[in-house]
């Protein structure tokens, strides 16, 4: 969000100055560099924020201000981490990982959507239904990490983990979506005679797809927790399972790198749907640049 | 305005329509025997303060919403749910931001299972001809909102409809886009013989556009009085909006409406 801030007045001056004189004034030429250094500075900044953390990693255990068996060094994990690159393991794990993530983050949307659309369907079973998924979103669902094992097994718990941690948030963040489609768009369509169907296929989804890529954003995270949470009890492999492991091996290195990878899938998945959001959002215009 | 010979029915037959509606909180008689016959290319205006019901009897003369008593007739045949005789303009353009200036456009032909080539066709000559040519393939988004209203009318003709219900289409703009629009979109009604109900509460707006404006009372509504339009100073035909509202009788109309208005007791 605040990344898109900083850009987008220098992409507007861009486009204003194609379209504009073809000399700028000193003036402006000024407001452009100073635009220019400060989004420059902003990212140095941040490199700053990254480099001096690295160094205080390193140095505070070497220096033995803090305990090295509790951090381990980044010299150390990156070690581990071309180590585990090399014998294929790491890509076997964060592959494992990624995988259930995405799928389990794929049936949540799937499975929410639907849902939201039999409720947005159907306001008795609305009513009927609210408190419940109220109730369910709400509750840890971490709660149920050990049930699913039991009922689900090692492979599938993991799955339905990753699918109970988004599907609520997805109902409720899509029946509210679809609540807030301007009413005189749905009488539009039925002017012309159109079925529920019709309303449903015509204005409903495709006026909620806004809302369907913030759903996606929120989800990505929680799947990414749900299937991190699942392997920790259930996994002979992936992320997760290496972070148990590490820690009961006390390999802090080990640990460190799986975490460093799960932070790089995490990022990656963002970037990804705001890819998707900034591609669908020109589309939607200024109404879904706003909501 | 010729009347049609005496056998045909009029263009629209509102008789005796009244409507109900409930909220847990109590009852309350929206629309109170409404009767009202509109001549075929003829242009009505309803005036009314706000929450007078005008708009519900817009919604029921289109068939989306079934009165609790009394029957609206179409061209003599009873209407019980929408049909594409009829055609509907909001007071937001409600055009659908996903889709292009085109592709709003046929929506009606998209929904009412219409021959597409006819229809896009015609969506295309109507854009042109409302000074949209070039904005086809543009989002709504990228159109003014005087643009984005002509899209809406654009939108609404392209089926054909014999009848046209404008809900208050101007009042969401600015006032010189108000006037400018109105002013187009009259000459393009009477220049296709539309038959128009203009529901709207700008009593300026409708003297200046209608044939027969008709004010309604305060909840529950009723007809309270009708006041044939009609500017003999102009001459034999009818001025558009914006020379009616320069002519000698305009100010007459308005302050009869105005004071049957009360519009001072609503504050």
């Given amino acids: 969000m605040s990344s898109e801030a900083a850009v987008t007045p220098l992409d507007r001056a861009k486009s204003a100055s194609a379209a504009a004189l073809p000399t700028r004034s000193p003036a402006y030429e000024r407001y452009l560099g100073a635009l220019r250094r400060r989004t420059r500075s902003i990212q140095a900044w941040q490199l700053g924020v990254v480099v001096v953390f690295l160094i205080l990693w390193e140095v505070a255990p070497r220096a033995n201000w803090i305990n090295p068996m509790l951090t381990s060094y980044p010299s150390a994990v990156a070690r581990t981490f071309m180590v585990m690159l090399e014998d294929g393991s790491l890509a076997k794990h964060t592959w494992v990982t990624f995988s259930e993530t995405v799928v389990g983050f794929a049936g949540g949307m799937v499975l929410g959507t639907v849902c939201a659309v039999l409720l947005w369907w159907s306001t008795f079973l609305y009513r009927v239904l609210d408190p419940f998924i109220v109730v369910l979103n709400a509750m840890p669902k971490i709660a149920l990490v050990p049930i699913f094992y039991i009922w689900l097994g090692d492979v599938a718990s993991i799955y339905a983990m990753a699918i109970a941690v988004s599907v609520f948030i997805t109902i409720l963040m899509l029946y509210t979506g679809f609540q807030a489609i301007d009413p005189d768009k749905i009488k539009l369509v039925r002017l012309f005679g159109a079925s529920r169907w019709k309303v449903l296929t015509k204005i409903v989804l495709p006026g909620s797809v806004p809302t369907m890529i913030s759903t996606l954003k929120v989800n990505v995270g929680l799947a990414l927790v749900g299937v991190v949470v699942g392997e920790f009890q259930a996994a002979k492999a992936g992320l997760g399972f290496l972070i148990v492991y590490g820690s009961q091996i006390f390999q802090m290195n080990l640990v460190m790198t799986a975490i460093v990878v799960l932070a790089v899938i995490s990022s990656l998945l963002f970037v990804a749907i705001q890819a998707l959001e900034a591609t669908t959002l020109r589309r939607h215009g200024a109404v879904g640049a706003t909501s | ?267």
């Avoid at chain 2, 006037?179 to 709207?200: M, P, Q, R």
């Fill in chain 2, 1 to 267: 305005m010729l009347a049609p010979s005496g056998s045909a029915p009029p263009a629209v037959a509102i008789r005796d329509v009244t409507l109900h509606y409930f909220t847990p909180e109590r009852e309350t008689l929206a629309l109170a025997n409404v009767s009202l016959e509109v001549e075929r290319g003829e242009f009505i205006a309803v005036v009314g303060s706000s929450g007078c019901g005008k708009s519900t009897l817009l919604s029921i003369v289109s068939g989306l919403l079934a009165p609790s008593g009394g029957d609206i007739f179409i061209e003599g045949r009873k209407i019980t749910a929408p049909s594409p005789q009829v055609g509907y303009m909001f007071q937001k353009d409600t055009l659908l931001e996903w889709r292009t200036v085109l592709d709003n456009v046929l929506i009606g032909a998209e929904l009412l299972d219409l021959d597409m080539g006819v229809a896009r066709r015609r969506a295309q000559e109507l854009l042109r001809r409302y000074g949209l040519g070039e904005f086809m393939h543009s989002l709504p988004h990228q159109l003014s909102g005087g643009m984005r209203q002509r899209a809406a009318l654009a939108r609404t003709l392209c089926p054909e409809p014999d009848l046209l219900l404008l809900d208050e289409p101007f009042s969401a703009l600015d006032y010189q886009t108000r006037l400018a629009l109105s002013d187009e979109i009259a000459g393009i009604l009477a220049a296709e013989h539309k038959t128009v109900i203009l529901v709207t509460h700008d009593i300026g707006e409708a003297i200046s556009m209608a044939d027969r404006v008709v004010v309604m009372s305060r909840r529950p509504g009723r007809i309270k009085s009708e006041h044939r339009i009609s500017f003999p100073s102009f001459g034999s035909s009818r001025p558009g909006p914006l020379e009616a509202r320069k002519c000698l009788e305009f100010a007459g109309y308005f302050q009869t409406i105005w004071d049957e208005l009360d519009l001072h007791q609503a504050q």
